[in-house]
């Protein structure tokens, strides 16, 4: 069964920084536009980036805009989130998806490939 799979992810201080990969197991990443969601605890997956199938274009949520960047490899079929000035209200579980909806909450999960998230805590 197709699916994606985030790594990278651990445990930051505040102000540090952190990437985080997202490969696949049966479809090929670069066919596909990728988004990065995130999942605090309590809260909804809201949607922080996207990237374009060429990596040419790239769409940020307000939240991460600056801090965050977005790229790809598509030699490697890998996707990269790297984080930079992180903070404590950055901590959640990080998701990749074929899915691309920056700066919105998802309310269905179907239609699109999902992976099983990696957590990033941001604490002293």
């Known amino acids: 069964q197709a699916q994606l799979v985030e790594s990278g992810g651990g445990l930051v201080q505040p102000g540090g920084s952190l990437r985080l990969s997202c490969t696949s197991s049966?479809?090929?990443?670069?066919?596909?536009?990728i988004g990065w969601f995130r999942q605090a605890p309590g809260k909804g997956r809201v949607g922080i980036g996207c990237?374009?199938?060429?990596?040419?274009?790239?769409h940020y949520a307000a939240s991460v805009k600056g801090r965050f960047t977005i790229s790809r490899d598509n030699s490697k079929d890998t996707v990269y989130l790297q984080m930079t000035e992180l903070k404590p209200e950055d901590t959640a579980v990080y998701y990749c998806?074929?899915?691309?909806?920056?700066?919105?909450?998802?309310?269905?999960?179907?239609?699109?490939?999902w992976g099983r998230g990696t957590q990033v805590t941001v604490s002293s």
């Open positions: 998806s074929t899915a691309c909806l920056p700066g919105s909450e998802v309310t269905d999960l179907q239609g699109n490939f």
């Open positions: 049966g479809i090929t990443l670069a066919s596909y536009s």
């Open positions: 990237i374009s199938t060429s990596g040419g274009s790239t």
